[in-house]
T-cell receptor, first 115, second 111 residues
Framework: AQSVTQPDIHITVSEGASLELRCNYS??????LFWYVQSPGQGLQLLLK????DTLVQGIKGFEAEFKRSQSSFNLRKPSVHWSDAAEYFC?????????????WGLGTSLAVNP | EAQVTQNPRYLITVTGKKLTVTCSQN?????MSWYRQDPGLGLRQIYY???????DKGDVPEGYKVSRKEKRNFPLILESPSPNQTSLYFC??????????FGPGTRLTVL
């Protein structure tokens, strides 16, 4: 069955430190992969996406992610975290079930940033 | 500005009192979907719509109805809400269903 795993429920980093959030997926076909961010009381904002091509994709707010097919991973990275990055981060796979193209979600990683 | 809007943002109601959460998008997207978000369960799809008058069930459709009479609107209807429908609800839209754009969410409490 298709699934997305985010192994880290909660991560705390210091402001200015680098960040890597892990995402592993299980999907039979070539996946469409996404990272979304949810700030407290806010909706879900798309950070970046991978459909095909270059396996290193750049997103908004200085984030990037690397697709590694051999490891079934799509880890999110940022070289220097800002306090405003504190939020919940969700990895998702775009899956097709008949006519339905839905997103299969990980359970999220909560990021806290220490000053 | 391209956006998905939902109303209301917050709603407290009582068991059995019919309610509707509206969703509207101004991006001319064909695909729209409703999700609910619950702690420990993540986001789960309730219903989706590929186009006007075309709707289908997602993973957790029980207790919900939807309609798609116009391309821009996709209301979620709870005919007889129950406490287990207390949740955070998101509407999303997309051109193809892959890259989805989300509304701000509606926090519903059913007493």
């Amino acid at each position: 069955a298709q699934s997305v795993t985010q192994p880290d429920i909660h991560i705390t980093v210091s402001e200015g430190a680098s960040l890597e959030l892990r995402c592993n997926y299980s999907y039979g076909a070539t996946p469409y992969l996404f990272w979304y961010v949810q700030s407290p009381g806010q909706g879900l904002q798309l950070l970046l996406k991978y459909f095909s091509g270059d396996t290193l994709v750049q997103g908004i707010k200085g984030f990037e992610a690397e697709f590694k097919r051999s490891q079934s991973s799509f880890n999110l990275r940022k070289p220097s975290v800002h306090w405003s990055d504190a939020a919940e981060y969700f990895c998702a796979v775009g899956a097709r079930y008949g006519n339905n193209r839905k997103l299969i979600w990980g359970l999220g990683t909560s990021l806290a940033v220490n000053p | 500005e391209a956006q998905v809007t939902q109303n209301p943002r917050y709603l407290i109601t009582v068991t059995g009192k019919k309610l509707t959460v509206t969703c509207s998008q101004n991006m001319n997207h064909e695909y729209m979907s409703w999700y609910r978000q619950d702690p420990g369960l993540g986001l789960r799809q309730i219903y989706y719509s590929m186009n006007v008058e075309v709707t289908d069930k997602g993973d957790v459709p029980e207790g919900y109805k939807v309609s798609r009479k116009e391309k821009r609107n996709f209301p979620l209807i709870l005919e007889s809400p129950s406490p287990n429908q207390t949740s955070l609800y998101f509407c999303a839209s997309s051109t193809t269903g892959n890259e989805q754009f989300f509304g701000p969410g509606t926090r519903l409490t059913v007493l």
